[in-house]
């Protein structure tokens, strides 16, 4: 058989699993996830390298309609990932009908050139474990009447426990043109250790807190450093925009900043595969979602 190589990328709303079936796919955490909507802030790849093929697959945020210039940058980074790609795997939560975004969305797949006629569009129908039995049907013809999407281009996933996901992985490959691996065969990601060091920080913070505290923080790496014995030093800035959030992340005595803390610092090690300690600081910086050098620094924007 033939190698194949192809880009795909995952779309739809926020908050459907799109991040958590990419990690299944890779089989290391290279997308933050949490049950806060917007958790995936701008593009990134996750890469998928077997001996028979290689697939690229661009994790984006989620499609919605934006209020701050973060918001904007992230739709932005969104629809503009739907060029040149070889297939899209559209996600929904398989539980819930399909909605006026839903509908928006399906538009903005087929006018980008990718409908159900194409034969580029998989529909994935994820939290199948929280789809009711009597729905199944019913949810699963209103999404593939919205999409167009023919029987076999269609599958339902739990991508938690990693139900049919490598099903699913197989039904995209086989769609896939032939073609040598563009990467790396142990690359996993595009991201810098960097960056993917202030993602698990941030994680952390979007799975702690709650109300606005999760979409106004953003982290910053502020030193690196790898020191003689093999362990690597990391500072980090956890930004906020009001002095009330600070408080929050710090908590009493310090005890939520040393949680995230802790519970960062592992996934990083995790990631790097060495001994890590990890400071973190807390900082306000008022309405910085609406600021383009902070969202520069943030690598959210170009
Ligand atoms: N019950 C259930 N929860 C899921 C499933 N897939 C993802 N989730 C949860 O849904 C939330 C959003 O997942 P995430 O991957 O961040 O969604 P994204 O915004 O589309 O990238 C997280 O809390 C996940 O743990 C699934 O198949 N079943
Ligand atoms: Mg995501």
């Known amino acids: 058989m033939e190698h194949r190589y192809g880009m795909v990328a995952l779309v739809g709303k926020p908050n459907v699993g799109k991040s958590t079936l990419l990690n299944h796919m890779v089989g290391q955490k290279v997308a933050i996830t949490s049950n806060k909507k917007q958790t995936t802030r701008r593009r990134l790849l996750g890469i998928v ?14 499609i919605h309609e934006p209020h701050t210039r973060l918001g904007k940058a992230m739709v932005e980074s969104a629809r503009g990932s739907l060029a040149d790609l070889d297939l899209v795997v559209y996600v929904v939560n398989a539980s819930q009908k399909p909605d006026e975004d839903e509908r928006r969305i ?16 998989i529909l994935c129908m994820n939290k199948m474990d929280l789809l009711k039995a009597e729905f ?16 076999e281009d269609y599958m339902l996933t739990t991508a938690t426990k990693g139900d049919n996901v490598e099903k699913l992985l197989s039904m ?37 807190t ?38 929050i992340l710090i ?3 310090g005890a939520m900043l040393k949680t995230i803390g802790t519970e960062a610092r592992l996934d990083i090690e995790r990631l790097l595969e060495r001994p890590v300690y990890l400071e973190l600081f807390v900082k306000v910086r008022e309405d910085w979602r609406q600021n383009p050098t902070a969202l520069r620094e943030m690598e959210y924007m170009e």
Do not use: C
């Open 172 to 208: 995209l490959v086989a769609r896939l043109p032939e073609g040598p691996p563009a990467w790396d065969e142990d690359a996993l990601t595009d991201q810098s250790s960097r960056f993917m060091a202030a993602e698990f920080v941030r994680e952390k913070v979007m799975q702690r």
């Open 49 to 62: 390298t077997r001996p028979e093929f290689q697939v690229a697959f661009v994790d984006t945020p989620g």
């Open 136 to 151: 199944v049907v019913q949810h699963v013809e209103a999404y593939r009447d919205l999409l167009g999407v023919g029987d």
């Open 210 to 247: 709650k109300q606005e505290v999760p979409y106004a923080t953003g982290v910053l790496v502020d030193d690196w450093i790898e020191e003689p014995g093999g362990r690597v030093k990391i500072n980090a800035t956890i930004v906020v925009e009001r002095v009330g959030q600070r408080a």
């Open 251 to 253: 908590g009493k005595k």
């Open 106 to 121: 399906a538009r903005t797949i087929r006018e980008s050139g990718y409908g159900g006629s194409s034969g580029k569009l």
